[in-house]
C-alpha cells in the first residue's frame, strides 16, 4: 500500500542509525582483540594478548571477583523484592498504583550522584561504608525497577487461566502461583535479574563513594584505565564481562525452556 | 481477587479468601511491603538525610552561594543545554526505527529489538571511549576526512559539545527507541490504511493519523530522556572539554575535591528537585509497565 521509494527511505535511515548505536560496540570489541598495543581501529591485525594480560593480572582478577559479587547479590535481591512488588502491582493493588510506580520509576531513574553522595553520608555512622553487602544494598535499589518493569510486563502477557485450572484441581492459590506462574514467567524475571545484574556490573559513582579506593570494582577500574593507560586491556576486560553475561543468559534461557513443559505436564 | 468464584477450596485457603475479602489490601500490602521497606531504608531515608545535611551546618548558605554564583549557574545553563541537545537528537534518530520496528515481521522485529538493547550490554564508561578512539585527532573520521581530501587538517572534533552530544545519544537511543515503540505497537495500523484508501497519501496518512497517536509515546520518552541525561556523568568527563562540565561532574568536585558536603548536599538537592518534579508529571500521565516495553519484548 505504501510507495516503496519512501518505505525504502524510513528503512534506510532506521539502518543508518542501527550502524551509528553499534558502530561503538564493534570498535571496543574489534580492539580487545588488537594485536598491537596502541589503539589503532582498526586493528592491524587480531591477537588474544589482551586477554592473556588481563587474566594473568592480579588486580583485574579482583575486580572481576568483587564486581561478581556485588552483582550477584544485587539481582539475588533485587529479585526476591521485586517479583512480590510486581504480583502485587498487576494484580492487588488499585489504589495507590501511581505513587508506587512512581516510586520504582525515581528509584531507577534518579541522578547516580544523588545516590551516591546520600548513601554516602547514610553509611557513615552505620559502619556500612567499605563493605560488599553495602555497596549490594545501594546497588539493589536501582536494581529492583528492573525487575518490576520486566515482570509486570510478563505478567500482562500470561493466560491466567492456567493458575485457575490447576486451582480448579485443587491447587492452593499460593501452590497454583509456585507451581504454574512463577516457572511460565520465569524467562521475564530472568531477564530481569540479569540486568539487574548488568546495571550494578555498571554503577560507577556509588561503587567510588561507598568503596573508596581501597577495592575496586571493574567499573572504577575501567573509569581509572580509561583517563590514564590508553592500550586495549579495558576492551579486553569490559568485553570479557559482556560475553559472560550474555553466555550467562542463554544458558539459563536455555535450561529454562527445556525444564518449562514438563513441569506443567506433571502439575497442570 | 477474580478466583473467588471458582468453586472448592481447601479449607485454609477458604480462611485465606475470607481474609481477603475482609481486607482486599492486605494481600497486596503484604507482597509490596518488602520492597517498599527497601526502597525507604535504602533510597528515600538516605534522600532525606542529605536535604538535612544541606540545611544542618550553615542553614541557607549553601543555596545562596550556588544560586548566586556565575560559574555553577553556568554549569547549570550548559546541562539543560546538553540535556535538550541529547533529547531531541534521541527523538529524530530513534523515531525512524522505532517506526520500522513496528512495520517489521516478527522474526526481524525479534532480530532489530536485539540489536537495540545489544549496546545496553557493554559498558557505558567503554562505549564512552570507543568514541575516544573514532573522534581523537588521529582516529577514524579524521583518517578518512583527512584521507578522502574533504580537509587537509584534522577536525577538532573530540571534547566539545558534538563529541558529547554524540556520546549521549548513542547510550541514551535504546531507552528512546524501546519507549517509542511500546507506544507506536499499540497503534491500530487499520486507521492509517484507512485513510490511504479514502486517498490520502501514504506521508499525509502518516502525519494525520499515525504521528498523533504516536505522541503520547514522544512525550514520554522525552521526560525520561531529560531526566536521564541531567544524571550523566562519565560521557561529558571524558568526551567534553571544560565548556561542557554538566552538574553531576560539578557536585563530584565539590563532595570529593573541596569535601564541602553542605553545599555538595545542596546541589544534589536542587537537581533532585528538578528530577522529581519532572517524575512526579511522568507518573501522572504514563504507566510504569510501558516503560520499556518490558524491555525487550
Keep these: 500500500m505504501r510507495a516503496p521509494r519512501a518505505s525504502l527511505a524510513v528503512n534506510g535511515l532506521a539502518g543508518a542509525v542501527l550502524v551509528f548505536l553499534l558502530f561503538p560496540v564493534l570498535v571496543v570489541v574489534l580492539i580487545s582483540f588488537s594485536s598491537v598495543d596502541f589503539l589503532s581501529f582498526p586493528p592491524p591485525s587480531l591477537s588474544l594478548r589482551w586477554y592473556r594480560t588481563i587474566f594473568s593480572n592480579f588486580e583485574w582478577i579482583n575486580a572481576f571477583l568483587l564486581t561478581l559479587q556485588v552483582g550477584a547479590l544485587t539481582a539475588l535481591l533485587s529479585t526476591l523484592l521485586g517479583v512480590p512488588a510486581a504480583f502485587a502491582l498487576s494484580r492487588h493493588v488499585k489504589r495507590g498504583q501511581n505513587v508506587v510506580n512512581a516510586l520504582v520509576l525515581a528509584a531507577l531513574v534518579t541522578p547516580p550522584i544523588i545516590k551516591a553522595i546520600s548513601i554516602y553520608l547514610y553509611y557513615v555512622p552505620f559502619g556500612l561504608l567499605n563493605t560488599v553487602p553495602g555497596l549490594a544494598f545501594a546497588h539493589t535499589v536501582s536494581g529492583i525497577p528492573f525487575v518490576v518493569i520486566n515482570v509486570v510486563a510478563g505478567l500482562r502477557g500470561y493466560d491466567r487461566d492456567l493458575e485457575r485450572a490447576a486451582s480448579i484441581h485443587g491447587a492452593s492459590p499460593l501452590r497454583a502461583v509456585l507451581g504454574i506462574t512463577l516457572p511460565l514467567i520465569a524467562p521475564s524475571i530472568i531477564v530481569g535479574a540479569v540486568f539487574a545484574f548488568m546495571q550494578s556490573a555498571q554503577e560507577l559513582l556509588i561503587a567510588m563513594f561507598v568503596l573508596g579506593t581501597l577495592e575496586k570494582p571493574l567499573a572504577v577500574k575501567l573509569w581509572e584505565g580509561v583517563r590514564v593507560a590508553i592500550d586495549p586491556s579495558l576492551a579486553a576486560a569490559t568485553t570479557s564481562v559482556t560475553v559472560l553475561a550474555i553466555l550467562g543468559l542463554v544458558t539459563v534461557m536455555l535450561a529454562g525452556r527445556r525444564a518449562r513443559p514438563t513441569r506443567v505436564a506433571v502439575q497442570g | ?297
Design chain 2, 1 to 297: 481477587m477474580t478466583v473467588s468464584t471458582l468453586p472448592a477450596y481447601p479449607a485454609r485457603s477458604a480462611r485465606l479468601k475470607r481474609i481477603s475479602a475482609e481486607y482486599p489490601h492486605a494481600l497486596g500490602l503484604l507482597l509490596l511491603a518488602p520492597m517498599l521497606s527497601w526502597i525507604a531504608v535504602f533510597f528515600i531515608f538516605p534522600t532525606a538525610w542529605m536535604i538535612w545535611q544541606s540545611f544542618s551546618e550553615r542553614g541557607l548558605q549553601p543555596y545562596a552561594t550556588i544560586l548566586t554564583s556565575a560559574i555553577y549557574l553556568k554549569v547549570l545553563l550548559t546541562t539543560l543545554k546538553i540535556c535538550v541537545i541529547t533529547t531531541v537528537g534521541c527523538l529524530i534518530l530513534g523515531y525512524p526505527v522505532a517506526y520500522v520496528l513496528t512495520t517489521a515481521r516478527p522474526s526481524t522485529r525479534a532480530v532489530l529489538l536485539i540489536l537495540v538493547v545489544l549496546p545496553y550490554w557493554l559498558d557505558f564508561i567503554v562505549r564512552s571511549y570507543s568514541w575516544m578512539i573514532l573522534l581523537g585527532r588521529h582516529g577514524l573520521i579524521n583518517q578518512l576526512v583527512t584521507g578522502l581530501g574533504i580537509s587537509s587538517t584534522s577536525l577538532p572534533l573530540l571534547y566539545n559539545l558534538f563529541s558529547v552530544s554524540i556520546g549521549m545519544i548513542q547510550i541514551l537511543l535504546p531507552l528512546t527507541i524501546l519507549t517509542l515503540f511500546s507506544t507506536m505497537v499499540r497503534i491500530d495500523r487499520r486507521l492509517v490504511d484507512a485513510a490511504t484508501i479514502h486517498g490520502a497519501s501514504p506521508w499525509r496518512a502518516f502525519r494525520t493519523v499515525f504521528l498523533p497517536l504516536s505522541l503520547p509515546g514522544v512525550y514520554a520518552a522525552c521526560l525520561l530522556l531529560f531526566v536521564s541525561a541531567l544524571g550523566f556523568y562519565v560521557t561529558p568527563a571524558l568526551l567534553g572539554g571544560p565548556e561542557q562540565t554538566m552538574i553531576s561532574q560539578t557536585i563530584m568536585v565539590i563532595a570529593s575535591d573541596l569535601l564541602d558536603w553542605p553545599l555538595a548536599s545542596a546541589a544534589g538537592v536542587l537537581l533532585l528537585v528538578v528530577t522529581t518534579s519532572l517524575l512526579v508529571l511522568y507518573s501522572r500521565f504514563f504507566r510504569l509497565d510501558r516503560m520499556l516495553g518490558g524491555m525487550a519484548r
